[in-house]
């Protein structure tokens, strides 16, 4: 069974940091692509850091650039999502998910197909 567990959002002020884990079972993360998702407040779900750990192709929406990094432990089995410099705009519930077919590294929502329950992140000011 494909399971994606979310944790490690909190309420943070801006400028801080935090690290979210997906803690990844029933597949192998090297082989999809994982994407870390978020929806904030009265927004549509988008893609902000995407991994396929296999080849080591990364992909971050401008927005975050320099600020958030992604990456793996495949060890455990595990995606992280490095999160510094936070803004009050990336107040939001973060996702983790994979994406329905393996390979290639996509980062929209529509090309994932299992979802993790999410953790919020708050970033005050």
């Known amino acids: 069974e494909v399971q994606l567990q979310a944790s490690g959002g909190g309420l943070v002020q801006a400028g801080g940091s935090l690290r979210l884990s997906c803690a990844a079972s029933?597949?192998?993360?090297?082989?999809?692509?994982i994407g870390w998702f978020r929806q904030a407040p009265g927004k549509e779900r988008e893609g902000v850091s995407c991994i396929v750990s296999g080849d080591g192709s990364t992909y971050n929406i401008d927005a975050v650039k320099g600020r958030f990094s992604i990456s793996t432990d495949n060890t455990k089995n595990t995606v992280y999502l490095q999160m510094n410099s936070l803004k009050p705009e990336g107040t939001a519930v973060y996702y983790c998910?994979?994406?329905?077919?393996?390979?290639?590294?996509?980062?929209?929502?529509?090309?994932?197909?299992?979802w993790g329950q999410g953790t919020l992140v708050t970033v005050s000011s």
């Open positions: 998910a994979r994406r329905i077919y393996p390979s290639d590294n996509v980062c929209e929502p529509f090309e994932y197909g299992f």
């Open positions: 029933g597949f192998s993360i090297g082989r999809y692509a």
